[in-house]
């Protein structure tokens, strides 16, 4: 390294220059910058342990919890204002979402000897009606299942439910 020593100032010729340091410095505190702002959008937009619940997964959750008592992620799943109907022998029971719960954890994890099948009635952004199928040995259960898309997740607001 070459100096020069003049007086008490010194030179050094092999230095970077301060405008190129600066820049450096600026780019890399710039791209750092981007990198926290882009990982906190990802985190913010799917929260750790909170899955988006889509049409198939709520009718899937459903289904598993009605054929086999599978309780996992089905409460979660049921709107507040959440109803179910049920129609037999001419007659039609109402039920609300607390006394659907408790049926649930009461036939906790009882398997139905039954096959389910679904289709839909109707389907768009915003709403869905599906109709499930749960065929018995000597009938055949008929859930048609009504579903709101509350913006990020879909839930369900009303199940009607007849016998064949």
Do not use: R
């Amino acid at each position: 390294m070459k100096t020069f020593k003049n007086s008490a100032l010194k030179i050094n010729l092999f230095h970077k220059p301060f405008k190129l340091v600066i820049m450096k410095t600026l780019k890399t505190t710039i791209l750092t910058l981007s990198f926290l702002l882009f990982a906190s959008i990802l985190v913010k937009a799917n929260p750790a342990g909170k899955e988006k619940k889509t049409i198939d997964y709520v009718l899937n959750t459903y289904i598993a919890c009605t054929t086999q008592g599978n309780m996992d992620g089905f409460t979660q799943l049921l709107d507040d204002t959440f109803q179910q109907s049920i129609t037999y022998g001419g007659k039609t029971l109402n039920y609300n979402k607390a006394q659907i719960i408790s049926y649930m954890k009461n036939t906790k994890n009882v398997i139905q000897n039954c096959t389910a099948v679904y289709s839909f009635v109707e389907n768009n952004d915003n709403f869905s009606i599906a109709k499930v199928e749960l065929k018995y040995p000597n009938f055949t259960k008929i859930d048609y299942v009504t579903m709101s898309n509350n913006g990020t997740d879909w839930n369900i607001t009303k199940v009607f439910t007849t016998y064949n």
